[in-house]
């Protein structure tokens, strides 16, 4: 099974200071693709980054960068700085063939 | 540049009705894939289409269908409604669906079956 494993189920961050989201996942493919999303509370799945499993550096897209260690199947997404507006769901998730497939999702609340 | 439009936001039906959702990808996007998210869990792929055909389906019944439109938007359609089917709909739009091509979400449709 092409499982996405998402292991907090909640976090919580001081504003303006970085947190890790961690996101593991089972595949027997060489190629393949992973994704974060953010969904707040207004339900759309707003796509955060990508790192592709033959990138060579780990992805970065400004605030967010992936930390990708392929050898143990994990993509924890980091969020530095962290801003209120950062208050949301956050899931991970791997194309397994045409689709995505997503995990559990973590809720990230950002303190002031 | 329009995102993915959804209609209706939100939706209220009887158990054993019928319902249709409908989707408009994003512009330049000719792949459309529904999903649905029950409350407190991740989205889960229920079929995609491309150029017209549905390309693949996820463990849902025949109840669930789809069509694509030669202008490339969707409609969602279930039949013979469960409680169960209560949930937020998420139609999503891609150009193709390989390598970096993220897929790109509409705000969705919330149903709830009584």
């Known amino acids: 099974a092409q499982k996405i494993t998402q292991t907090q189920p909640g976090m919580f961050v001081q504003e303006k200071e970085a947190v890790t989201l961690d996101c593991t996942y089972d595949?027997?493919?060489?190629?393949?693709?992973l994704f974060w999303y953010k969904q707040p509370s207004s339900g759309e799945m707003i796509f955060l980054i990508y790192?592709?499993?033959?990138?060579?550096q780990n992805a970065t897209e400004g605030r967010y960068s992936l930390n990708f260690q392929k050898a143990r199947k994990s993509a924890n997404l980091v969020i530095s700085a962290s801003q209120l507006g950062d208050s949301a769901m956050y899931f991970c998730a791997r194309r397994g063939g045409n689709k995505l497939v997503f995990g559990a999702g973590t809720i990230l609340r950002v303190k002031s | 540049d329009a995102g993915v439009t959804q209609s209706p936001t939100h939706l209220i039906k009887t158990r054993g009705q019928q319902v249709t959702l409908r989707c408009s990808p994003k512009s330049g996007h000719d792949t459309v894939s529904w999903y649905q998210q029950a409350l407190g869990q991740g989205p889960q792929f229920i079929f995609q289409?491309?150029?017209?055909?549905?390309?693949q389906r996820g463990n849902f019944p025949d109840r669930f269908s789809g069509h694509q439109f030669p202008n490339y938007s969707s409609e969602l359609n279930v039949n013979a409604l469960l409680l169960g089917d209560s949930a937020l709909y998420l139609c999503?739009?891609?150009?193709?669906?390989?390598?970096?091509?993220?897929?790109?979400f509409g705000p969705g449709t919330r149903l709830l079956v009584l």
């Open positions: 289409y491309y150029e017209e055909e549905e390309r």
């Open positions: 999503a739009s891609s150009l193709g669906t390989s390598g970096r091509n993220s897929e790109y």
């Open positions: 595949t027997s493919d060489q190629s393949y693709g």
């Open positions: 790192q592709g499993s033959y990138d060579e």
